[in-house]
């Protein structure tokens, strides 16, 4: 069993939010690298250039994604992502974190096989931590 989460993407276009889960993700003790991006077309591109130049170790183990975002939202990364994912060889977890309390919104990211949860803001360090674990675990 490992004992850290090799790396965790936040794609979210708020900047105090990336902050504040950074503080939240470092309190765990349990991540050695946390990415950030401001959109999902951002992100998509750097999975989409580690699939291409075979770095999949550069790819993240746990994404926290945000719904609306500028350029790309949450969905259309998912929608993206699902073309991208026979190409990934690696399992990479994938959490909507969003301020949206809206059921819809619940529902719609339950259609998603890629996506193992839908968490409210803020996420606590309690729940990070148990995610962490879960996946070292594994």
């Known amino acids: ?12 276009d708020d900047i105090i939010y990336q902050y504040l889960a950074k503080e939240e993700i470092e309190y765990t003790n349990l ?12 992100a998509i591109q750097f999975i989409d250039e580690k699939l291409t130049s ?4 550069a790819l993240p183990d746990i994404i926290f994604l945000d719904i609306n975002m500028p350029v790309m939202d949450g969905w259309d990364f998912l929608d993206a992502y699902i073309h991208l994912r026979p190409r ?5 977890v994938i959490y909507v974190v969003s301020s949206s309390i809206d059921i819809r919104d619940m529902d719609k990211a339950k259609e998603y096989s890629s996506v193992s949860d839908y968490i ?17 675990a594994a």
Do not use: A, H
């Not at 075979?54 to 170790?57: C, G, K, V, Y």
């Not at 990934?88 to 990479?92: L, M, V």
């Open 1 to 12: 069993m490992k004992n850290k989460v090799e790396s965790v993407c936040i794609i979210d």
């Open 31 to 42: 991540v050695q690298k946390v990415m950030f991006f401001d959109d999902g077309e951002q």
């Open 54 to 57: 075979d770095d999949i170790d």
């Open 88 to 92: 990934i060889g690696k399992k990479i």
């Open 120 to 136: 409210i803001k803020p996420v606590s360090s309690y729940r990070l931590t148990s995610i962490f674990t879960e996946l070292l």
